[in-house]
């Protein structure tokens, strides 16, 4: 999606080889038109694909995930971080290593906001070694529910989170995927070019 690649290219900033910064529209400060575009491009993706649920993971996920919610017009679920004393009854409940923090957190998803019937898409900010995606994607398949697909804004295409999450048989559309980080150096795959 040229929009973001180009914004990602003016604004976004390598930490490392393997970390992108992009907290002036994403993951601090949200460009809300961006992401309704954002929305918007996963909708002409994902049209046909029979959606009647988005899932994202608190909290970068929301603001594209609710555009896209809201283009396909269907629910938007928020697959919770820390438990609390709210969520307590029926839940689902999976572990999940951080690929930013280097820690390991539980998310959990009610019962009431998904069911066996539903072909859900779940849509993340990055996509690194697949962690968030793979344990957002169990949490689906413990409530008996359909993955439709997964939706990326910022896949690092130089991990292996596709190849994991392709391997466990998803379809993943990524709107901008890298191939490379450095100092000063954010290079896109070159077929998206
Ligand atoms: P994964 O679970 O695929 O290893 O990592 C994906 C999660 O880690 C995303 O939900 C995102 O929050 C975070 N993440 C991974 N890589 C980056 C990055 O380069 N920059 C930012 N801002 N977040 C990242």
Do not use: C, W
């Not at 929305?39 to 896209?68: H, M, N, Q």
């Not at 993340?124 to 939706?151: C, H, K, P, Q, S």
């Amino acid at each position: 999606m040229k929009l973001l690649m180009d914004r990602i290219l003016s604004e976004g900033r390598a930490l490392s080889d393997s970390v992108l910064k992009v907290d002036g529209f994403l993951n601090h400060q949200v460009d809300a038109d961006l992401m309704q575009e954002v929305g918007k491009d996963f909708y002409e993706y994902f049209k046909d694909y029979g959606i009647t649920r988005v899932l994202t993971i608190e909290s970068s996920g929301i603001a594209p995930a609710v555009y896209t919610a809201q283009a396909l017009k269907v629910p938007m679920v928020i697959l919770k971080k820390q438990t609390s004393k709210i969520l307590n009854g029926d839940v689902y409940q999976t572990n999940i290593k951080s690929f930013t923090k280097g820690t390991s957190y539980e998310l959990t998803l009610s019962s009431n906001y998904i069911n066996k019937e539903d072909r859900v898409l779940i849509i993340d900010d990055f996509l690194a070694n697949g962690e968030a995606a793979t344990g957002a994607a169990r949490l689906v398949e413990m409530a008996g529910a359909t993955i439709a697909g997964i939706g990326i804004l910022i896949e690092k295409s130089f991990q292996n989170g596709r190849t994991k999450l392709e391997n466990a048989g998803y379809h993943v559309y990524s709107q901008a995927r890298i191939a490379r980080l450095g100092e000063g150096i954010i290079e896109f795959v070159e077929e998206d070019k």
